[in-house]
Structures are given as C-alpha cells and as structure tokens.
C-alpha cells in the first residue's frame, strides 16, 4: 500500500512538473537594428544592458529630468517590438507635452533645441 502511494504521489509530481515546463524559448528577429532577445530578455529593463552598452546615454537620461521622474526607455523609444530610434514627437513626446508642442512652431523637432537623453537646451 505503502509503494501504490508512494508510486502514485511520483506518478502526479512528474505530470504536475511537465505541465508547469515551458518549451525553450527561441530569440526573437532583431527589432530596428537591435540584436535579437529572447522573450524573457525583453522584459529586462532596456537601461540594465544600456547602462554597459551606451554609457554616455545611460548617464545623461540618468541625470535629466526624465530619468528624475523616472520616465522609462520604452514610454519614447517604444518595446522592443515596436522599437524606433528616433521617437515620433506627436505620440512621443505629445503624450506627456502636448501643451509644449502646441506652441511648437515651425517644422524643428524637440532635439533640434533640446539635447537628446539630457534635454538641455542645445548651443
């Protein structure tokens, strides 16, 4: 009675183990350029690798205003799968500035003036 149980419980422990295993998961294609992540790479914080990769970026979005509030890679540059290196202003910069690029005039784009990743005022 004592192996049936013990048979059993292994039994249920292996299909309970197989049911919870996930199939490997495969890279994805490059997104604009970028080397290929896996899915779980993806959900790593672009400044984790960024901060290694293009410290000079990492440093001044660190100290700017954005990086201050916090304002994450992906809210301008979009996921990984969506990804543009050069932020569209009107869905980018409109969603948190639209006041700011109301009074924009003229067709300049915000780092025309602004210093990109820093966002001081360029000489």
């Keep these: 009675m ?7 419980f292994l039994l249920a422990l292996l299909v309970a183990f197989a049911a919870c ?3 490997p998961v495969e890279p994805s294609v490059a997104a604009a350029g970028h080397p290929a ?15 290694e990769v293009t410290p000079g970026v990492y440093s001044e979005w660190y100290a700017s ?8 890679c ?5 996921t990984y799968e969506n990804l543009s290196v050069t932020p569209d202003m ?7 500035h639209a006041n700011k690029l109301g009074d924009h005039t ?6 025309d003036c ?3 990743h820093s966002f001081t005022y360029a000489e």
């Design 2 to 8: 004592k192996q049936q149980f013990l048979a059993l």
């Design 21 to 23: 295993s996930r199939p």
């Design 37 to 51: 992540l896996s899915a779980q790479d993806m959900l790593i914080p672009c400044s984790s690798c960024h901060q």
């Design 65 to 72: 205003t954005h990086g201050l509030d916090n304002v994450k």
């Design 74 to 78: 992906y809210q301008c540059h979009g």
């Design 90 to 96: 009107d869905r980018s910069c409109g969603a948190c």
């Design 106 to 111: 003229g067709n300049r784009l915000c780092w």
């Design 114 to 116: 602004h210093t990109p």
